[in-house]
T-cell receptor, first 113, second 110 residues
Framework: AQRVTQPEKLLSVFKGAPVELKCNYS??????LFWYVQYSRQRLQLLLR??SRESIKGFTADLNKGETSFHLKKPFAQEEDSAMYYCALSSRYSGAGSYQLTFGKGTKLSVIP | NAGVTQTPKFQVLKTGQSMTLQCAQDMNHNSMYWYRQDPGMGLRLIYYSASEGTTDKGEVPNGYNVSRLNKREFSLRLESAAPSQTSVYFC?????????FGPGTRLTVL
């Protein structure tokens, strides 16, 4: 069974400091990994998808299959980055045409002015 | 293009009451999902629908039922609400892989 672990419930950093939100996964197949962001009392929004290899709002994430990690990084934190961040792993349900997302429990990022 | 919409936004129920949460998407996605979000627990899948006419249980289905009315709509029903069902409920839809979320329904059961 797949599992996603985000070891930090809360991460506080000062504005302008680097940010790294950790995500580790376990999955027997070839993983597809995502980062979602949820601003206060809003819907989850897709931030990054590993196959896209893009940078959104200054965030990047690299899939490390050896360490089974997909950490989210940003060189200089901004106050507007304060939010809840969820790492998720996509896998296909066996026998069905639907893709399951398994979420980590989330990390709340607080950027201190 | 509204994406994924949910109604109502807020609801307060008494224990034992029933209600249906509505979800609709206009992106022509085959798959739709219902999650609940609780503090410290992340998102947990309640039910999903791979395509019109099919539904399957997720991680926490007890106390819930669903209906995939057509390709656009996927409803979640609480037949006899319990305080443990106090949560924020999110609907999502997906072509494959990436899921797109609705704004959520904040439900309180007294």
């Amino acid at each position: 069974a797949q599992r996603v672990t985000q070891p930090e419930k809360l991460l506080s950093v000062f504005k302008g400091a680097p940010v790294e939100l950790k995500c580790n996964y376990s999955y027997s197949g070839s993983p597809e990994l995502f980062w979602y962001v949820q601003y206060s009392r809003q819907r989850l929004q897709l931030l990054l998808r590993h196959i896209s290899r893009e940078s959104i709002k200054g965030f990047t994430a690299d899939l490390n299959k050896g360490e089974t990690s997909f950490h989210l990084k940003k060189p200089f934190a901004q106050e507007e980055d304060s939010a809840m961040y969820y790492c998720a792993l996509s896998s296909r349900y066996s026998g069905a045409g639907s893709y399951q997302l398994t979420f980590g429990k989330g990390t709340k990022l607080s950027v201190i002015p | 293009n509204a994406g994924v919409t949910q109604t109502p936004k807020f609801q307060v129920l008494k224990t034992g009451q029933s209600m249906t949460l509505q979800c609709a998407q206009d992106m022509n996605h085959n798959s739709m999902y219902w999650y609940r979000q609780d503090p410290g627990m992340g998102l947990r899948l309640i039910y999903y629908s791979a395509s019109e006419g099919t539904t399957d249980k997720g991680e926490v289905p007890n106390g819930y039922n669903v209906s995939r009315l057509n390709k656009r709509e996927f409803s979640l029903r609480l037949e006899s609400a319990a305080p443990s069902q106090t949560s924020v409920y999110f609907c999502a839809s997906s072509p494959q892989g990436t899921q797109f979320f609705g704004p959520g329904t904040r439900l309180t059961v007294l």
